[in-house]
Nanobody
Framework: RVQLVESGGGSVQAGGSLRLSCAAS????????MGWFRQAPGKERDWVAR????????SYIDSVKGRFTVSQDNAKNTVYLQMNSLKPEDTAMYYC????????????????????WGQGTQVTVSS
């Protein structure tokens, strides 16, 4: 079993930056694909970014490319989402997710069933 705890959310003005963290514990060594998702009020949850923790492959939704960067610190069992040039439309609850037994290429292409989720951290961007 994998436990995930997100942190780093907050309120910023448009153009600002935040860095979200996702600390994994438990059987975290088994998770080899990590993802960031977000859900705005009244909308469905969308994926934002993924990283294969072994190969380091990353993928991003088009709306955040060039602004967000997903990275990892394996020594700390932590995945990060650096968010720059934030826009009001980035306002949402952000969730970290983990999957096990996923090959790197499948993680990169999105052929993943994320079985573990964190509780979320709120990001609010004002104009």
């Amino acid at each position: 079993r994998v436990q995930l705890v997100e942190s780093g959310g907050g309120s910023v003005q448009a153009g600002g930056s935040l860095r979200l963290s996702c600390a994994a514990s438990g059987d975290s060594y088994r998770s080899n694909c990590m993802g960031w998702f977000r859900q705005a009020p009244g909308k469905e949850r969308d994926w934002v970014a993924r990283i294969s923790t072994g190969a380091g492959y990353t993928s991003y939704i088009d709306s955040v490319k060039g602004r967000f960067t997903v990275s990892q610190d394996n020594a700390k069992n932590t995945v990060y989402l650096q968010m720059n040039s934030l826009k009001p439309e980035d306002t949402a609850m952000y969730y970290c997710a983990a999957a096990v037994g996923v090959v790197a290429a499948s993680c990169q292409r999105g052929f993943v069933n994320f079985g573990y989720w964190g509780q979320g951290t709120q990001v609010t961007v004002s104009s």
